[in-house]
């Protein structure tokens, strides 16, 4: 049963990423329509009826946040949704072959880290339409999966006795939460800084920035997200300080792991301190959030590897 459950969560893994490739064909043609159509800056004229009278107002167009966009745009959302559906069962089916959590080593954590970030992706569209970093979120996760289905995976295996603790849930789950914010916050600054040398005049060929929000409101929303995502980072470090008084009788231990979820702790507080001093505002805080989802990239991928420590869990 359990070799059965883990091949169907492979199946499923794969076929979502066949569809997360056809959403990001999808969303990368949404922005080549961006780039191909120019910006509308004036207003249309349309005729409003009111019983025998009609009268000739001025409407202002639809803004990239409220447009439904083209049918091709909302099937890549479309898709985006049944591939993560597959995502999700794929995820929930290693968990039921492994008995337990499906985040236990580096196949395991990718496979639900990634699934976190797109189900944070479609949330967010609740609050403020995002979709035109769609391609930027959806090949990051085809990336993140062809990495761990090739170079990551391992069969089904019991848990070293360290992780077998209630933390392991809250810990670990948490942190997949805090990395799925700081990538939304990563994807928004990356365009951010697109935008900002536009305007500067150093990026004059890329129009599909016409129709995206300016740079300053792609940090405020930036912002946001990562202080969703600081939230739960600090909840992470405290966890896992916790956990370690109980499986290693002290809360720090200076393990690699560990001063590297502390150096990512202290790049996002940084940025969160230079976004409320104005002078870091702009460009420079835009770094700071990329290169602090890049320390959490390179503390999943460098740090497992490369680093043994107590918490080389990586199951390679």
Request: hydrophobic fraction near 55%; proline fraction near 3%.
């Amino acid at each position: 049963m359990t070799e059965t459950l883990a091949t169907y969560s492979l199946v499923a893994v794969y076929s979502s990423m066949v569809i997360y490739v056809l959403a990001f064909v999808l969303f990368t043609l949404d922005l080549a329509r961006r780039s191909s159509r120019a910006p509308v800056s004036v207003q249309e004229s349309v005729v409003v009826s009111s019983g025998s009278t009609q009268l000739l107002v001025d409407r202002a167009p639809d803004s990239p946040s409220t447009a439904r966009g083209p049918r091709y745009l909302r099937a890549a959302v479309a898709l985006t949704v049944i591939a993560w559906v597959l995502h999700v069962a794929s995820t929930v089916l290693r968990g039921a072959a492994a008995g337990r959590v499906p985040w236990a080593n580096m196949f395991e954590f990718t496979l639900t880290a990634t699934a976190i970030i797109i189900g944070v992706f479609l949330t967010v569209q609740f609050w403020q339409d995002l979709r035109f970093v769609g391609a930027f979120v959806v090949g990051f996760v085809l990336l993140a999966l062809g990495v761990a289905t090739v170079n990551f995976y391992i069969d089904v295996v019991p848990l070293p006795p360290a992780l077998q603790s209630v933390w392991l849930v809250i810990h670990v789950f948490v942190a997949s939460l805090g990395t799925a914010f700081f990538a939304i916050g990563a994807a928004l600054s990356t365009v951010q800084l697109l935008q900002a040398r536009r305007a500067a005049g150093k990026a004059a060929g890329l129009r599909f920035l016409d129709r995206v929000p300016d740079a300053e409101q792609l940090e405020n929303m930036a912002y946001r997200v990562i202080v969703v995502g600081f939230v739960f980072w600090t909840f992470t470090l405290i966890a896992g300080a916790v956990w370690a008084e109980r499986a290693w009788g002290r809360y720090w231990g200076w393990d690699t792991k560990e001063v590297w979820t502390f150096i990512i702790w202290t790049i996002f507080a940084g940025y969160i301190h230079a976004r409320a001093t104005r002078g870091w505002r702009g460009s420079r805080s835009a770094w700071l959030a990329i290169i602090g989802f890049a320390a959490v990239v390179f503390n999943f991928t460098i740090v497992n590897l490369f680093f043994k420590g107590l918490h080389a869990y990586s199951g390679l």
